[in-house]
């Protein structure tokens, strides 16, 4: 198994693992909040206020209507070889780069006036920054290998 082949199926095993849980926590928050919320998929008004709320709705709309979409156009699309899909994939972890850093910044520096358990802090510092270290690897491996894959 070479390089190549083996950074083709992480990149897409990982975007497809991506595009489920973005399926069932932020596409679900969408639908019913308080479900997402019971499964552990997103924080209570508790934790993180009723603005906390709102923005966190925003963005599971945003996810849902553009990130999601792009990440599963993507996955197709590079998996038959399309230039779309290399473009579409691309958007996708450039995304995948954004959102995980607005909410390192905003828990950082925000930890005062959240009322997040521990457990939680423990896992976005260690969750969060592999989805960055995810989006800019796939960027740098769509476009390193664009000529390989989508000649």
């Known amino acids: 198994m070479n390089r190549i082949s083996f950074g083709y199926r ?30 552990g998929l997103q924080e ?12 966190a709705k925003g963005f599971a709309f945003g996810d849902t209507v553009i990130y999601l979409p792009l990440l599963i156009i993507g996955i197709i699309g590079v998996l038959k070889r399309k230039k779309w899909g290399l473009f579409s994939l691309f958007g ?6 954004y959102w995980p850093l607005v909410h390192l910044h905003a828990i950082y520096y925000g930890h005062s006036v959240f009322n997040l358990s521990p457990e939680k802090y423990v896992t ?24 390989i894959y989508f000649a």
């Not at 992480?10 to 499964?39: G, N, P, R």
């Not at 996708?92 to 780069?97: G, H, L, Y």
């Not at 976005?124 to 000529?147: A, H, K, Q, S």
């Open 10 to 39: 992480f990149l897409i095993t990982t975007s497809s693992i991506l595009a489920i849980l973005l399926l069932a926590s932020q596409t679900l928050a969408l639908i019913d909040y308080d479900l997402a919320i019971s499964l």
């Open 44 to 55: 209570t008004v508790d934790e993180i206020s009723e603005m906390g709320i709102v923005w």
């Open 92 to 97: 996708s972890m450039a995304i995948s780069v």
């Open 124 to 147: 976005f510092f260690v969750l969060l920054p592999l989805i960055v270290i995810y989006g800019l690897w796939g960027m740098w491996f769509l476009y390193r290998n664009r000529d």
